[in-house]
């Protein structure tokens, strides 16, 4: 059986929208890091974009065992964070939400002026 199921619901008319070079492999790579290793389990990540009125919305969520630890950010969210905040100041934001069994990396960014 394989470990993980990854599952990418991405409406066709959001394809095209550029995001941020370098944005979502580090979110990616924490949900493999922190939801898939330390657990034998089978483990899901879901990739989600939309759009909320002028926003992208896109969401990474991701099954893991036991509850996240929400105690200390890495280098990867740190540096998601600072690039948000160079190109789009205080119009997007990234956040982490979760509870037992799950965690949910969420980036909102404006539609419009959106660089790669």
Request: net charge negative; hydrophobic share 40%.
């Amino acid at each position: 059986m394989d470990r993980v199921s990854v599952h990418w619901r991405v409406p066709d008319e959001m394809l095209g929208v550029p995001i941020p070079t370098l944005m979502l492999q580090p979110l990616l790579e924490n949900a493999f890091r922190h939801g898939v290793e330390p657990s034998t389990e089978h483990q899901q990540i879901d990739i989600c974009a939309h759009r909320d009125e002028n926003l992208l919305v896109v969401m990474i969520r991701n099954t893991c065992s036991g509850s996240p630890n929400f105690g200390r950010e890495g280098v990867g969210l740190r540096n998601c964070r600072e690039r948000l905040q160079v190109l789009y100041a205080d119009a997007a934001t990234l956040s982490l939400t979760g509870g037992h069994g799950e965690v949910t990396a969420t980036v909102s960014l404006p539609m419009t002026g959106v660089r790669a």
